[in-house]
DNA sequence: TCACCAGTGGAGGGTTCG
DNA sequence: ATCACGAACCCTCCACTG
C-alpha cells in the first residue's frame, strides 16, 4: 500500500501565445508585429495576444475596444477555432509519445503525468525538452514546460518558464522550470497570493483585508481562520496548496457535468419576437450536442445577462431528462417570460446539467419505433441530415430571420460578436426599439 | 404537537479558470 | 468607460423528509 503514494512527476505544457502562434504559421510577414487574435466586434475580447502586443498591455479577456486604445497600431485577426482544434490535436499526438496520461486543459494547455514514461526516456526535465524540441521541430510552434511532484506545481513551474513582455521589451523564457521535491516552500512562499489557482480578485481582496499578500502568509495561517474567511472548501484547499500539497491525479477523461450555449448579441433585444428566437436557436444548440453525448439533461438553465450586464439565471429541474429542441423550448421559455426584459437584452444562455433519463430509458426498455415520440424521431432525422449535410444545412423554422431566407447561426463567433456592417435601419426590432 | 436536527436536492447567485 | 464563451465548483437559502 506504501505504492499508493510514490512520488509521481507531472508536467504542464502550455503554448506560447497559441492562438497567435498558428496564425504566424500561414502569416509569417506578421512575425514581430504586434498581433491580435479574438473577437472583432466591439463587444469582443481578445482571445490571444503575441508578445509585441503584450508589451503594451494587451491581454487574452481584455476588452478588444480597450486593446484596440492601447495598441492601434496591432493587426487584429478574427480566429480559426477548427484550426487551433486540428493543431492541438497535432501537439497532444506528440505528448502521447512519452505517456497515456493526459489530462487537456484547453486547447493550449495539458498536464502529462510521465511518472513511468521516466525508465524509458529520461527524468520529468528531459522528457519536457524533448516534448519542446517536438513540437518545435515538427509544429513550429513554442510552448513552455513546468515539472514537478504535482498538477498545481507544475502549473506554478511552467509560468516560471514562460516569455515576459513588459514595456521595455520582451524577455525570453527558460522553456523548462523543476520544482524538485523539498523545493516546494522556497519556491511557492514568495509569490502572491493572487497566484494560486482559485484565488481571484474577491478573493484577494478577503485575503488581503487579513494582511495575507503572499503564499508564505497563507501557509502560516491556522485553517481555522483560513476556513471563516473563504468556507470550509476553499479554505482547505488553497491551505493545503500553499505547502505544495496537491493530491489531485492527471485525469485523462472527465465526462461533462453541463452542455450549455450562450450568445452576446452585437445589439440588446427589446422584442419578444426576437427573444423567442433565439431561445429556438440556442435551445437547438443544445438539444443536437445533448443527443451526440448520449444523455439527456433533467435541469435546464436559463440564463439572461440585461444591457446594464445585470445576471440572472432560471432554472427548472424535470423529472426526465430531454434532449430535443421543442422540450427544451417548452422548458426554457416560459422562465425567460417570467422576466422582465425591458432593460434590453445583452445575452441569452441556454444549458442542460443533471444528465440522465431518455437515453438509458430507451436502452432499459428499448422502445419500438412506432413508440417513439414524433419529437425524438424528427431529432433523430435532423442529427442524420446535419452529418451529411453539414450544421448549417437544417434548422428550426421559427430561427429564421425575417427578411433573408437563411439559418441563422453564428457558431463560428467564439470571442463575441463579429464587427458589423454599418446597420441598415430599416425595421429590424433591436434597433428601432431602443428607448431612447 | 412542537422543536430541533441531519440529510438531500433544488434554485439562484457568485467566483474562477482558460 | 468596457467586459466572450463554456464549464466547474462553491455558498446560501429553502423545502421536504424522517
Same mark, same amino acid.
Given at each position: 500500500?506504501?505504492?499508493a503514494?510514490?512520488?509521481?512527476?507531472?508536467?504542464?505544457?502550455?503554448?506560447?501565445?497559441f492562438?497567435?502562434?498558428?496564425?504566424?504559421r500561414?502569416?509569417?510577414?506578421?512575425?514581430?508585429?504586434?498581433?491580435?487574435?479574438?473577437?472583432?466586434?466591439n463587444?469582443?475580447?481578445?482571445?490571444?495576444?503575441?508578445?509585441?502586443?503584450?508589451?503594451?498591455g494587451?491581454?487574452?479577456?481584455?476588452?478588444?475596444?480597450?486593446?484596440?486604445?492601447?495598441?492601434?497600431h496591432?493587426?487584429?485577426?478574427?480566429?480559426?477555432?477548427?484550426?487551433?482544434?486540428?493543431?492541438?490535436?497535432?501537439?497532444h499526438?506528440?505528448?502521447?509519445?512519452?505517456?497515456?496520461?493526459?489530462?487537456?486543459?484547453?486547447?493550449?494547455?495539458?498536464?502529462?503525468?510521465?511518472?513511468?514514461?521516466?525508465?524509458?526516456f529520461?527524468?520529468?526535465?528531459?522528457?519536457?525538452q524533448?516534448?519542446?524540441?517536438?513540437?518545435?521541430?515538427?509544429?513550429?510552434?513554442?510552448?513552455?514546460?513546468?515539472?514537478?511532484?504535482?498538477?498545481?506545481?507544475?502549473?506554478?513551474?511552467?509560468?516560471?518558464?514562460?516569455?515576459?513582455?513588459?514595456?521595455?521589451?520582451?524577455?525570453?523564457?527558460?522553456?523548462?522550470?523543476?520544482?524538485?521535491?523539498?523545493?516546494e516552500?522556497?519556491?511557492?512562499?514568495?509569490?502572491?497570493?493572487?497566484?494560486?489557482?482559485?484565488?481571484?480578485?474577491?478573493t484577494?481582496?478577503?485575503?488581503?483585508?487579513i494582511?495575507?499578500?503572499?503564499?508564505?502568509?497563507?501557509?502560516?495561517?491556522?485553517?481555522s481562520?483560513?476556513?471563516?474567511?473563504?468556507?470550509?472548501?476553499?479554505?482547505?484547499?488553497?491551505?493545503a496548496?500553499?505547502?505544495?500539497?496537491?493530491?489531485?491525479?492527471?485525469?485523462?477523461?472527465?465526462?461533462p457535468?453541463?452542455?450549455?450555449?450562450?450568445?452576446?448579441?452585437?445589439? !440588446? %433585444?427589446?422584442?419578444? @419576437?426576437?427573444?423567442d428566437?433565439?431561445? &429556438?436557436?440556442? /435551445?437547438? *444548440?443544445?438539444?443536437?450536442?445533448? =443527443?451526440?453525448?448520449?444523455?439527456?439533461?433533467?435541469?435546464?438553465?436559463?440564463k439572461?445577462?440585461?444591457?446594464?450586464f445585470?445576471t440572472?439565471?432560471?432554472?427548472v429541474?424535470l423529472?426526465?431528462?430531454?434532449?430535443?429542441?421543442?422540450?427544451?423550448?417548452?422548458?426554457?421559455?416560459?422562465?425567460?417570460?417570467?422576466?422582465?426584459?425591458?432593460?434590453?437584452?445583452?445575452?441569452l444562455?441556454?444549458?442542460?446539467?443533471?444528465?440522465?433519463?431518455?437515453?438509458?430509458?430507451? !436502452? %432499459?426498455?428499448?422502445? @419500438?419505433?412506432?413508440?417513439?415520440?414524433? &419529437?425524438?424521431? /424528427?431529432? *433523430?432525422?435532423?442529427?442524420?441530415? =446535419?452529418?451529411?449535410?453539414g450544421?448549417?444545412?437544417?434548422?428550426?423554422?421559427?430561427?429564421?430571420s425575417?427578411?433573408k431566407?437563411?439559418v441563422?447561426?453564428?457558431?463560428?463567433?467564439?470571442?463575441?460578436p463579429?464587427?458589423?456592417?454599418?446597420?441598415?435601419?430599416?425595421?429590424?426590432?433591436?434597433?428601432t426599439?431602443?428607448?431612447?
Amino acid at each position: 500500500m506504501a505504492d499508493a503514494v510514490r512520488s509521481r512527476t507531472i508536467l504542464h505544457v502550455d503554448m506560447d501565445a497559441f492562438f497567435v502562434s498558428v496564425e504566424l504559421r500561414r502569416r509569417p510577414e506578421l512575425r514581430g508585429q504586434p498581433v491580435v487574435v479574438g473577437g472583432t466586434g466591439n463587444r469582443g475580447v481578445v482571445a490571444a495576444a503575441s508578445y509585441e502586443a503584450r508589451r503594451y498591455g494587451v491581454h487574452s479577456a481584455l476588452p478588444s475596444a480597450v486593446a484596440r486604445r492601447r495598441c492601434p497600431h496591432a493587426v487584429f485577426l478574427p480566429g480559426d477555432h477548427e484550426l487551433y482544434s486540428e493543431v492541438s490535436t497535432q501537439v497532444h499526438e506528440i505528448f502521447g509519445r512519452y505517456t497515456p496520461l493526459i489530462e487537456p486543459l484547453s486547447l493550449d494547455e495539458a498536464f502529462l503525468d510521465v511518472s513511468g514514461a521516466i525508465r524509458l526516456f529520461g527524468e520529468g526535465v528531459v522528457i519536457a525538452q524533448r516534448i519542446r524540441d517536438d513540437v518545435h521541430g515538427e509544429l513550429d510552434l513554442t510552448c513552455s514546460v513546468g515539472v514537478a511532484p504535482n498538477k498545481f506545481l507544475a502549473k506554478m513551474a511552467s509560468v516560471e518558464a514562460k516569455p515576459r513582455a513588459n514595456p521595455d521589451g520582451i524577455e525570453p523564457g527558460a522553456g523548462v522550470v523543476e520544482v524538485r521535491p523539498g523545493e516546494e516552500t522556497t519556491f511557492l512562499h514568495p509569490l502572491s497570493v493572487r497566484r494560486l489557482w482559485g484565488v481571484g480578485p474577491k478573493t484577494y481582496e478577503k485575503l488581503d483585508r487579513i494582511g495575507v499578500r503572499t503564499i508564505g502568509d497563507l501557509s502560516a495561517l491556522p485553517e481555522s481562520t483560513l476556513v471563516s474567511a473563504l468556507g470550509p472548501s476553499s479554505g482547505h484547499h488553497l491551505l493545503a496548496l500553499s505547502k505544495g500539497i496537491d493530491g489531485r491525479p492527471v485525469e485523462v477523461e472527465r465526462d461533462p457535468k453541463s452542455i450549455g450555449h450562450e450568445e452576446t448579441y452585437p445589439h !440588446d %433585444l427589446y422584442e419578444w @419576437a426576437d427573444l423567442d428566437r433565439e431561445i &429556438v436557436r440556442l /435551445s437547438d *444548440a443544445v438539444a443536437a450536442r445533448l =443527443r451526440k453525448f448520449g444523455s439527456g439533461a433533467k435541469t435546464l438553465t436559463l440564463k439572461v445577462r440585461f444591457a446594464g450586464f445585470r445576471t440572472v439565471t432560471r432554472s427548472v429541474t424535470l423529472p426526465a431528462g430531454i434532449d430535443t429542441a421543442p422540450e427544451i423550448v417548452a422548458a426554457v421559455q416560459p422562465l425567460l417570460h417570467a422576466l422582465d426584459v425591458s432593460p434590453g437584452v445583452r445575452l441569452l444562455g441556454v444549458s442542460g446539467s443533471n444528465f440522465g433519463g431518455r437515453s438509458e430509458q430507451l !436502452d %432499459l426498455f428499448s422502445a @419500438a419505433p412506432e413508440e417513439t415520440p414524433d &419529437v425524438q424521431r /424528427s431529432a *433523430a432525422a435532423i442529427d442524420q441530415i =446535419r452529418e451529411k449535410f453539414g450544421a448549417a444545412s437544417i434548422g428550426p423554422a421559427s430561427s429564421i430571420s425575417g427578411d433573408k431566407l437563411r439559418v441563422v447561426r453564428r457558431g463560428a463567433q467564439q470571442w463575441g460578436p463579429d464587427q458589423q456592417p454599418d446597420h441598415t435601419r430599416s425595421g429590424d426590432a433591436d434597433v428601432t426599439n431602443d428607448p431612447n
